[in-house]
């Protein structure tokens, strides 16, 4: 059985620090692992995806992801937040393919002027 | 490409009546998924399908919900009675088999207020 676990429900920083957002999984594959993000009142947008290539992927707007297999993590962090990454962002793991995918609750960041 | 598209993008209804959401996938991906959020649930994948066929139903949650996928490029989701716990933001999502399978693009949701 798969899981996502997203550590914080919210997360606040100023603007220009480093941003981390931690997620733990748990999965009897090899699983695929998503970040998504999304913008008040809009869809999601993926960010990155892990797919056993590399452990550190990057993603779009400054996003990085390490995968850790022995922490069973993969957490999404950026050296500077800006006031437009104030959203909501979700882990993401699916099986085998992509079909069966679980979200995590989600990590609502708020950034300060 | 114009990406995902739903329609409606707010629906007020109320209880009991019929309510049809609809989406239109990207162009040529052979997946669609469907998805409910709400604050308490989160996101839950209730449908997929491949090649219009449903692939699994097993997130939907009651009879009252029904998919349908008459062709590559339209889905319904229907809740028939509808119930004011069915008040959500509903998405559809695609993707495209091959590599990238596992990249699913969202539309803009539906919201759903049931009365």
């Known amino acids: 059985a798969q899981s996502v676990t997203q550590l914080d429900s919210h997360v606040s920083v100023s603007e220009g620090t480093p941003v981390l957002l931690r997620c733990n999984y748990s999965s009897s594959y090899s699983p695929s692992l998503f970040w998504y993000v999304q913008h008040p009142n809009k869809g999601l947008q993926l960010l990155l995806k892990?797919?056993?290539?590399?452990?550190l992927v990057k993603g779009i707007n400054g996003f990085e992801a390490e995968f850790k297999k022995s922490e069973t993590s993969f957490h999404l962090t950026k050296p500077s937040a800006h006031m437009s990454d104030a959203a909501e962002y979700f882990c993401v793991v699916s099986d085998v393919g992509g079909f069966k995918t679980i979200f995590g609750a989600g990590t609502r960041l708020f950034v300060k002027a | 490409d114009a990406g995902v598209i739903q329609s409606p993008r707010h629906e007020v209804t109320e209880m009991g009546q019929e309510v049809t959401l609809r989406c239109k996938p990207i162009?040529?991906?052979?997946?669609l998924f469907w998805y409910r959020q709400t604050m308490m649930r989160g996101l839950e994948l209730l449908i997929y399908?491949?090649?219009?066929?449903?692939?699994?139903d097993s997130g939907m949650p009651e009879d009252r919900f029904s998919a349908k996928m008459p062709n590559a490029s339209f889905s319904t989701l229907k809740i028939q009675p509808s119930e004011p716990r069915d008040s959500a933001v509903y998405f559809c999502a695609s993707s495209l088999a091959g590599l990238d399978t596992d990249t699913q693009y969202f539309g803009p949701g539906t919201r759903l207020t049931v009365l």
């Open positions: 162009s040529g991906h052979d997946y």
């Open positions: 399908f491949n090649n219009n066929v449903p692939i699994d």
């Open positions: 892990y797919t056993s290539a590399a452990t």
